[in-house]
Every structure is written in structure tokens, then in C-alpha cells.
């Protein structure tokens, strides 16, 4: 069915109008208006999410499980729809917006079933030890327990899977926590047809309406009122470094701090080693220019700079990849923001002498192509804003002259969100060698493969040290995160009766 939206925010359960509005920027379709959140709606919906938390935090897991596989049914009701709106609003194609909407649901579902376990509880028992000597040893028990309510920013390049019902949402439910989303003003539609998904599942399973709100964009006061609110007790946030900076610096200064866990971009560096390279330099090369360029550039993980060893197999892989990036045909960008945010990304790097342009091309409005260029290690380390993440397809081609000089670049990153290696079995030692730094500059390292494309999973960690992250102890993906909405509480000598139920095995 036709979706057309009717522009409000959904506070505690009603849907409400402001007098100030702003219009969507899509990039095909109709244009909407939509209403321009506020501080007194922040102050509504964070004192219905902490009402909310006293039923909602002290629920049954099966009872969130079911709550979880609800709003992904809602969600899959009206997935025409969100397609629709979702392509017109960000130009991604149907294709990709299916899958992330599968993804979506997938996320949802699968905190479900990791809540009924029970294993993210982690569920400790000292027995008490009454006739220890020195001194007897009183009964503990300890499990993860709900925080309280939680902050979520919507995402630009991510409207269903990092957004209103995303990750950061999925987890802080999972963990029983209320969720206020602050929406992107890049796909306000997109975010309003997933709230409605939302509300009509806590209407279905008959909670609290203060379990979930969604306050729109549209000025920056609403952001800043929103992690500075006594009531508010994480953040979880995907977007730019510096936007994500400023909002971490103002959790950090609330008279009560609250952590935020920021995921603020990445270059995602790639290692290329010498037989790998003597063996498929082309395929290396071709495979790169695809992830590069996949949504545009568009994605957190997107590998931005590739280290190799100089010389012909090094021209060969800046070849293959030459030749791959010229027959990418231009992409939509999600927002004219986005778009101009890249063109300047380039004319940094045209700007600079130390920098060969290997392919540059010329953007139009949201439409731009890929560019690649190449340098020195020596120019690189000595050039900070070389390593500042271009959010769209542009790539970096980093020679130097031996593995140690490429040992000494790798610890010249600052944290990423991903490291690569490249590599076949004749390179063994050289990655040995380069792992002990990899994986403190990283919180995923690949061997033989490409970053895009993050697997929803119990293994998986979507963060690193920072600026890829403000908490290098975090992920944002998979079903580690809902421990980011948890804290330990220790139970000491505890009558059964008082304890709670999920520490009794319920």
C-alpha cells in the first residue's frame, strides 16, 4: 500500500505535530513536511521511558523476546511500503533496501533468541563458606541488569539496519531498556513508517507506550537535549566523527556522565603482502575497486586505503583497480551534505603535492564516481589529514619500499574499525608480524577478503579504538552489543524469595 507520511513524532504512544516543520531533501519523488523536534518533546518522551523502564525493566526475557519478533512482524507487513520510501528518500536501490530490511528483522529476531537463553545474563554463584579461616565467606550472586533508558541517533547511511528499529534499538530492548530514537533528517519517512511498526507492536504486546519514542531531526538543540537528560543513561550513535565527538564531549560533562557509544568511521586500512600480491594482484585489485565502491562508498567499513609493496606487482594491482573503478558508473549519494562532503574530501587530496591522482573524476549534484590515489608512507605519516576517513568511493594507495617501512606505517594508524590482510601461505611470517599491531589498532581483522558486508552474529565486533569508536570495549553489531545497556549488580546473602527470577534460572 501507499505510504505518504504524515509528519509527526511519536511520543509515549500519540503522535504530535509541531508548528515549525522542515522538508525532506528526497533523491527521487515527493517532497514531505515534517515536524521539527523540540526539547519539551526530548523532556516528554525520556520521562515516559523512565516511567515505562519500571514495568519494562523488570520483565520477563520471553515477554521482550516476543515484544522483539512483534515489532520485526510489523515491520515485514509494511516492507513495500518502507522500500518505497526508503529508495525515494536516499536514492539506495530497492535491492540493497530489501536486504537491509531483512537484515533489520533478522537483528531483532535473533536478540530474541539470545535473551531466551539467558547466557548474556552471565550468571555468577560464590557459595557462602560460613566456617572459612580467617574469615567466612558470605553467599554472592551476580548478574547483568538494565540501565535504564537509552538515547539512539539515527543513521544517514543506514535508514532501516542503524536506524529507528536498528541495532542500537534491538539491543537496548533486548536488555529492557526504553529506547528514545532521535531520527535522521536524511529519511524522516523511513523513520516514521518503522515507528509506526513499533507502536503498533507495543500495542500488540500491551506495554508500556513509554517504552519506545521517536522525536525527528531538524535542529541541533534536540540532540543535545537528548544525552544531556538526567533520565537518559547511554547513547548509542553511527555517524561523523566530528558530530560524534561533540555529543560524546557533552555526555562526558553531565553532572552525572554517561557513556556513548559512538561508531565514528574508519579508513579500514588493507595489508597486501608480497605473494598474494606475485599471485593476484588483478583479483586483489578488481575485488577492491567492488567493495570500495559498494553503496557508493557509503559504508563505515569501506576500505579506503591499501598499503603495498612498490614495484610491478604493485602496478599491476593500481592497474586492475584503475580499470575497475572507470567502469563503475555514477552513484546517488544519500544527501546533497553527503555529496558535497566528498567533493571535498577530494580537493583535499588534489591539494596535496606529495599525492599522484591515479583516476579523478567529477561529481554532479548527489551523482559522483570514484577516485584514487596514491602516495608514500613517508608522505602519509607525515600528513595527518591523509588518514582522515572520505565517506564515499575514493581510495588511497600507500607504497612503500620494504615490509619493515610497511610494519612502521601500520603503527602510525590511529584506530580503525577494520584491518586487512591479504596474504597466501609464503607470507605467513610477515603476518605474524603485523597481527600484534593489527588487532590493537582494530576491532575486526580480516585475512584474504574485503570489510564491507558485516555478519549479524555472536562473534562479530563493530568498534575500535578511537576515533573508529568512542569505546574500544564496544561493538554496535552482533549480539555482544547488548551488553553496552547492561551493568553487573552483585546480590549478597540473598533469601531466594528477593532474589530476581532470572537468577534463579526463570
Known sequence: MPFTPHGKHLIAGDWIATDQRFSSEPAHGPVHEFSVGSVDLVNRACEAAEEAFWSFGYSTRDDRARFLDAIADEIEARAEAITRIGSQETGLPEARLNGERGRTTGQLRLFADHIRKGDYLDRRHDPALPDRQPLPRPDLRLIERPIGPVAVFGASNFPLAFSTAGGDTAAALAAGCPVVVKGHSAHPGTGEIVAEAIHAAIRTRNLHPGVFSLVQGGRRDVGTALVQHPLIKAAGFTGSLAGGRALFDLCAARPEPIPFFGELGSVNPMFLLPAAMGARAETIGSGWAASLTMGAGQFCTNPGIAVVLDGPDADRFTDAAKA???????????????????????????????????????????????????????????????????????????????????????????????????????????????????????????????????????????????????????????????????????????????????????
Open 324 to 506: 575497475a573503478l572507470a567502469d563503475v558508473a555514477p552513484q546517488a549519494m544519500l544527501t546533497p551534505g553527503i555529496a558535497q562532503a566528498y567533493r571535498d574530501g577530494k580537493a583535499r587530496f588534489d591539494s596535496r603535492n606529495a599525492v599522484k591522482p591515479v583516476l579523478t573524476t567529477e561529481s554532479n549534484d548527489r551523482q559522483v564516481s570514484p577516485n584514487l590515489y596514491e602516495t608514500t608512507a613517508n608522505a602519509y605519516l607525515q600528513d595527518h589529514a591523509l588518514g582522515e576517513e572520505v565517506f564515499g568511493p575514493l581510495g588511497l594507495i600507500i607504497r612503500v619500499s620494504n615490509l619493515d617501512e610497511m610494519t612502521r606505517l601500520a603503527r602510525g594508524f590511529d584506530g580503525q574499525l577494520t584491518t586487512t590482510i591479504h596474504m597466501d601461505d609464503p607470507d605467513l611470517p610477515s603476518a605474524q608480524a603485523l597481527l600484534p599491531i593489527l588487532e590493537r589498532k582494530a576491532g575486526r581483522v580480516l585475512v584474504n577478503g574485503f570489510p564491507t558486508g558485516v555478519e549479524v552474529a555472536d562473534a562479530m565486533v563493530h568498534g575500535g579504538p578511537y576515533p573508529a569508536s568512542t569505546n574500544f570495549g564496544a561493538t554496535s553489531i552482533g549480539t555482544l552489543s547488548i551488553r553496552r545497556f547492561l551493568r553487573p549488580v552483585s546480590y549478597q546473602n540473598f533469601p531466594e524469595g528477593l532474589l530476581p527470577r532470572d537468577l534463579l534460572g526463570g
